[in-house]
C-alpha cells in the first residue's frame, strides 16, 4: 500500500510535540556527585531514560532498563535487530541564553531546549517513527530495539554497558547528527595536560577557570590575577578586544583583578566553528609579566592552542582524502596557583594516524615545560561503505522524501553508530539549519522535527519489511 508519510506525522503532531516537551523538561546533565546505585550518572539522566521508557510502555512497546545506565523499547521478531540508538543527556546548559534551557518553548517556528537538536528531539522523531510503523500494523521481519544511553555526551558509559549485557545488535543507526547520512566518524581521544603551579614575580596568576566540557568550545573564561593596576588594565583590554570577535571585562575582587571573557560555544567536532575565550583570555595575559609556571601556562595556551585547531604548530597537522582533517579543542582550563593546572585537548582524528602520533607531538612540546600528559578514552575512526544495503536504503529514503540528491559524509563528531560494525548516523539536522548544538539557544525547527519523523517512519518500515 502507498502510505503518506507525511500526513501519518500530522495526525500525531500535537501529541509528538508534547512528549519531546515533557522530555526537555527533564535537566538531565550529568552530575555524579549525586550519583547514587540506582542513578550512577546522578538524578537527570536516570530520570530522562525512565520517562522516554514510561512512553514506550504508554504506547504497547517492551521496555527493559539496564543498571540505570541504559534501556530499550523493543518490538518486532526476527533473526536479526535493527538498533535506534539515541541519548537523553544534555550537555550542561551554560551561559548565555535569552530563553529558559529547561523550559521548552516555540518561537518563529523553532523549538528551544536544552537538547531540542542533541538528542531529544531527534531521538523522539525516531521514536515516533517506529511508533507509526507499529500503529499501521505494518510487515515486521526484525527485531527492532530502540536504545537509549544516559551519558552520550561523556564516556558513554551507559551504552557501553548495555552492549556488555545485552545481544549485539546487527545494524542500524543513529538519530544524533546530519542529513543526508554519516557513515564515516573520526578518531576521539582527549589528553589532559597537568602544569605546575608555581608564580615567581609581582604580577601572579591566582587561578584560571574556562569550558564545561572537552567537547565544547569554551564560551567563558576567567583569570584572577594580582599585581596588576585596573585603570591599566581596562585600557590594554579595551584595545584588545577592539578587532578581535570576543567580549571581556576586568573588575576588582579585594585587591585582585578578576578578568572574564566571553566567546562563542560550538562542538568540538569543529573548533573553527567558535571563538575560545580561554585562549582568548591566554592571549591577552602573556604580554603581563608574570612568572614560572603561570607563565608557561599562559604562553602554552596561547602560542600553541589559540586558534590552531589542525596541530599546526605542534608539527602534526594531517589530512586524510575521505576522512578529513585531525581537529584539536581546548575544552576545560583550570589553574589554581600552588596547587597547578590543567588543560583537557580533544582531538578527532582520521584514518592513517593514531592516538600515538598526536601523544608524541604533544609531549615534544609540553615535556620540556614539566607538563605532564594523561590519556583518556579511544574511539578509533569508523568507516562504513557507500555500498551498503543500509547506506543505500536510508539515502534512497531521504531522497524520496526530500527530492534533493544525497550522499554520506564523514564528521569529527562521534555518534553511538560507531559501536556497529553496521552503523551509521542518520539525521536529524538538515542541511542549511544553524548547528545550535552546546550552544545557547539551542533549537530545532519544528518542521524539521516533523520531517525528520516522516523520514525515520519510512526508513525504519523498509529497513525491517
Do not use: C
Not at 521481519?141 to 545481544?167: A, C, V
Not at 567580549?247 to 566567546?263: D, H, R, W
Amino acid at each position: 500500500m502507498t502510505i503518506d508519510w507525511t500526513k501519518e506525522v500530522e495526525k500525531r503532531k500535537d501529541d509528538l510535540l508534547a512528549d519531546l516537551q515533557t522530555m526537555l523538561k527533564i535537566e538531565s546533565v550529568r552530575d555524579e556527585s549525586l550519583g547514587t546505585d540506582e542513578a550512577p550518572l546522578g538524578p537527570g539522566p536516570k530520570e530522562a531514560l525512565d520517562k522516554f521508557l514510561e512512553i514506550g510502555r504508554r504506547d504497547g512497546f517492551e521496555t527493559q532498563e539496564v543498571d540505570g545506565l541504559a534501556g530499550h523499547i523493543a518490538y518486532g521478531e526476527g533473526d536479526e535487530t535493527l538498533a535506534i540508538l539515541g541519548h537523553v543527556d544534555v550537555m550542561p546548559a551554560g551561559k548565555g541564553w535569552t530563553k529558559k534551557p529547561f523550559e521548552p518553548t516555540i518561537e518563529d517556528g523553532r523549538l528551544y531546549a536544552r537538547g531540542a537538536s542533541d538528542d531529544k528531539g531527534p531521538s523522539m522523531a525516531a521514536y515516533y517513527g517506529l511508533k507509526i510503523v507499529k500503529e499501521l500494523g505494518l510487515p515486521v521481519n526484525k527485531k527492532i530495539r530502540f536504545i537509549l544511553g544516559t551519558d552520550e555526551e561523556s564516556q558513554w558509559r551507559g551504552m557501553t554497558r548495555y552492549f556488555e549485557k545485552m545481544p549485539q545488535p546487527d545494524f542500524g543507526f543513529s538519530p544524533d547528527a546530519f542529513f543526508p547520512i554519516i557513515n564515516g566518524e573520526k578518531g576521539n581521544v582527549s589528553f589532559v595536560l597537568n602544569f605546575p603551579g608555581q608564580n615567581d614575580a609581582q604580577v601572579q596568576l591566582l587561578s584560571f577557570d574556562g569550558g564545561l566540557r572537552e567537547n565544547m568550545v569554551p564560551r567563558d573564561a576567567q583569570a584572577v590575577v594580582a599585581g596588576l593596576d585596573l585603570e591599566s588594565v581596562k585600557e590594554a583590554l579595551a584595545a584588545f578586544v577592539a578587532d578581535k570577535p570576543v567580549e571581556a571585562e576586568v573588575k576588582e575582587v579585594g585587591t585582585n583583578l578578576e578578568i572574564s571573557f566571553i566567546g562563542k560555544a560550538a562542538h568540538a567536532q569543529e573548533p573553527r566553528n567558535g571563538e575560545n575565550a580561554g585562549t582568548y583570555l591566554a592571549l591577552f595575559l602573556k604580554d603581563f609579566a608574570f612568572g614560572a609556571d603561570a607563565k608557561n601556562y599562559l604562553d602554552f595556551t596561547a602560542n600553541y592552542l589559540h586558534q590552531d585547531s589542525r596541530m599546526e604548530n605542534f608539527g602534526i597537522n594531517f589530512t586524510d582524502d575521505v576522512m578529513g582533517d585531525l581537529t584539536m579543542n581546548a575544552g576545560i582550563f583550570a589553574f589554581e596557583a600552588g596547587k597547578g593546572g590543567q588543560i583537557t585537548l580533544n582531538f578527532r582524528f582520521p584514518k592513517g594516524m593514531d592516538e600515538t602520533d598526536i601523544k608524541a607531538g604533544l609531549a615534544k612540546v609540553v615535556t620540556p615545560m614539566g607538563v605532564t600528559l594523561d590519556q583518556g578514552r579511544v574511539q578509533v575512526p569508523h568507516y562504513v561503505d557507500p555500498s551498503d544495503p543500509l547506506v543505500e536504503t536510508l539515502l534512497g529514503v531521504y531522497r524520496r522524501q526530500t527530492g534533493q540528491e544525497a550522499h554520506g559524509m564523514v564528521v569529527g563528531g562521534g555518534t553511538y553508530g560507531r559501536l556497529m560494525k553496521r552503523g551509521v548516523a542518520f539525521g536529524a539536522m538538515f542541511p542549511g539549519v544553524p548547528d545550535t548544538m552546546h550552544q545557547a539557544d539551542e533549537f530545532m525547527p519544528v518542521d524539521g522535527l516533523l520531517k525528520a519523523t516522516a523520514i525515520y517512519a519510512e526508513a525504519i518500515a523498509e529497513l525491517v519489511k
